[in-house]
């Protein structure tokens, strides 16, 4: 375990990236309180406003160092610089501060938040596979991803044209895809809130959507979408090709599945469920 400095050199940046005073040199041993403290000194908070804050350090993943994350300092400086040595203590340390959620704040009850944002009505929620994003899409055609711990969206994405009816993680939480009532889904960065590729996949609305397990394709590219139009096609979103067709529905297929060892599940208004291999057989 590294030694540790005495103090260390911070710069506060609200969410947006806008960098709050000047460089602050403080003591490791400071807590989240104490860095509070600060930030309410620093936006000359009057008393009856000075509210909790989180604070969240930039730190690239050990197994992938492109995928940057948010990692909450959730006790003390000392603590956090402990618990990830890659950090260096000679440069400045750029902490991201976030207001604290009511529910982080206030007893639990039955409802512990509300997040507004969507200007229609909310169609669909997804967690990603790692537990840290929450996305969703509404009938306002845009996708949104939400800060779990401030209960506020940190991107708003436009470029669907119709109610956006069903959401999907990839399995690396990577990727992120979209469908919309228009046929079209639009795969997302969701670190950037960026659009990587839109396809025009179905003749009439998307009602699934699902993504190929893992450990049978680590490149997270293939993915299935079921459609009003009884049919269910598998894509590769990186290429945007259409791998295959599955059509033996004769009426909307509701649900796709894809199982673990090959095989692909259908459910449909005709009141059947079909078993197809992932070779469309």
Not at 15 to 25: F, Y
Not at 92 to 102: E, F, G, K, Q
Not at 141 to 164: A, I, M, Y
Request: with cysteine.
């Amino acid at each position: 375990q590294k030694e540790l400095p005495s103090s260390l050199i911070i710069q506060f940046q609200n969410r947006d990236g806008d960098e709050l005073g000047d460089n602050i040199d403080v003591p490791v041993t400071s807590n989240t309180e104490e860095l509070s403290s600060l930030v309410h000194t620093l936006l000359s908070a009057p008393p009856d406003q000075k509210i909790p804050y989180s604070f969240y350090a930039k730190i690239p993943r050990a197994d992938d160092p492109t995928v940057i994350d948010d990692v909450e300092i959730t006790t003390s400086v000392s603590s956090f610089l402990a618990s990830h040595p890659a950090v260096s203590t000679e440069t400045v340390l750029a902490l991201t501060y976030h207001p604290l959620s009511i529910f982080r704040v206030r007893p639990v009850t039955r409802c512990t938040d509300t997040m507004p944002g969507h200007s229609e009505a909310v169609l669909h929620v997804s967690f990603s596979p790692d537990n840290r994003h929450l996305a969703s899409g509404g009938g306002d055609t845009t996708v949104r991803f939400w800060d779990v711990n401030t209960s506020l969206p940190k991107h708003t994405c436009k470029g669907h044209k119709n109610h956006v009816l069903c959401t999907s993680w990839s399995p690396d939480a990577r990727r992120f895809a979209s469908g919309d009532k228009n046929g079209v889904i639009i795969v997302w960065n969701p670190f950037k809130g960026e659009a990587v590729s839109t396809i025009k996949a179905h003749k009439k609305y998307i009602t699934s959507m699902e993504w190929e397990p893992i450990h049978r394709n680590r490149s997270g590219e293939r993915m299935l979408t079921s459609s009003k139009d009884s049919l269910v096609k598998m894509w590769n979103v990186r290429t945007k090709r259409l791998v295959l067709t599955l059509a033996g529905h004769i009426d909307s297929v509701e649900c796709v599945k894809w199982g673990g060892e090959g095989l692909i599940y259908t459910a449909s208004r005709d009141r059947t469920i079909k078993v197809w291999n992932d070779e469309g057989k």
